[in-house]
């Protein structure tokens, strides 16, 4: 069964400080993952998405993350977190269709200056 | 592109009334998604629809919620009657096909208060 593991729940980081949020699924097949950022009152917002060939993925707003097969890990990054990237993140893995996008239960990030 | 447009943004209304919520996906894309997102349970997947035609609604929680997608640009998610535990946020999304390397685009959501 599908399934995205989420471990924290809440994270605070200072801002300028380093960021990795961890993101751990189950998936029967070559898994399609997705982060996603959600701001208070908004949507969520396609951060970045691996799909296949390179591990390593860039994203928006400084965002990336490294798709481990091995340890069944797709953690997202940042090298220097800023103020506004205060949010709730949510890692999703599909498959076939778009219809099968299974989400994470989310981390809310906190930046303190 | 004005993005997924989803209205109202707050609905406040009481138990045993009507609600319909309302949702304008991005023109041009094929597939519409309605979520529930709720603190306890998270995303929910409601229903989904591909080319109009509704494809999946085995998320839909119970009879009281039905939705509709009449053309390309617009689809509803009427709850009637509305119960306190149908409060949650709840996301229209649209996606250029039904396919995985179609990511989705989430409108703002409509907050929905059942007293």
């Known amino acids: 069964a599908q399934s995205v593991t989420q471990p924290d729940i809440h994270i605070t980081v200072s801002e300028g400080a380093s960021l990795e949020l961890r993101c751990n699924y189950s998936?029967?097949?070559?898994?399609?993952l997705f982060w996603y950022v959600q701001s208070p009152g908004q949507g969520l917002q396609l951060l970045l998405k691996?799909?296949?060939?390179?591990?390593l993925v860039q994203g928006i707003k400084g965002f990336e993350a490294e798709f481990k097969r091995s340890q069944s890990s797709f953690n997202l990054r940042k090298p220097s977190v800023h103020w506004s990237d205060a949010a709730e993140y949510f890692c999703?893995?599909?498959?076939?269709?778009?219809?099968?996008?299974?989400f994470g239960t989310g981390t809310r990030l906190t930046v303190i200056p | 592109d004005a993005g997924v447009i989803q209205s109202p943004r707050h609905e406040v209304t009481e138990m045993g009334q009507e609600v319909t919520l309302r949702c304008k996906p991005i023109?041009?894309?094929?597939?519409l998604f309605w979520y529930r997102q709720t603190m306890m349970r998270g995303l929910e997947l409601l229903i989904y629809?591909?080319?109009?035609?509704?494809?999946?609604d085995s998320g839909m929680p119970e009879d009281r919620f039905s939705a509709k997608m009449p053309n390309a640009s617009f689809s509803t998610l009427k709850i009637q009657p509305s119960e306190p535990r149908d409060s949650a946020v709840y996301f229209c999304?649209?996606?250029?096909?039904?396919?995985?390397?179609?990511?989705?685009?989430f409108g703002n959501g409509t907050r929905l208060t059942v007293t």
């Open positions: 629809f591909n080319n109009n035609v509704p494809i999946d």
């Open positions: 023109s041009g894309h094929n597939s």
């Open positions: 691996y799909f296949s060939g390179d591990t």
């Open positions: 998936y029967g097949a070559t898994p399609y």
């Open positions: 999703a893995v599909g498959g076939t269709g778009a219809n099968n996008l299974f």
């Open positions: 999304a649209s996606s250029l096909a039904l396919v995985n390397n179609s990511p989705l685009h």
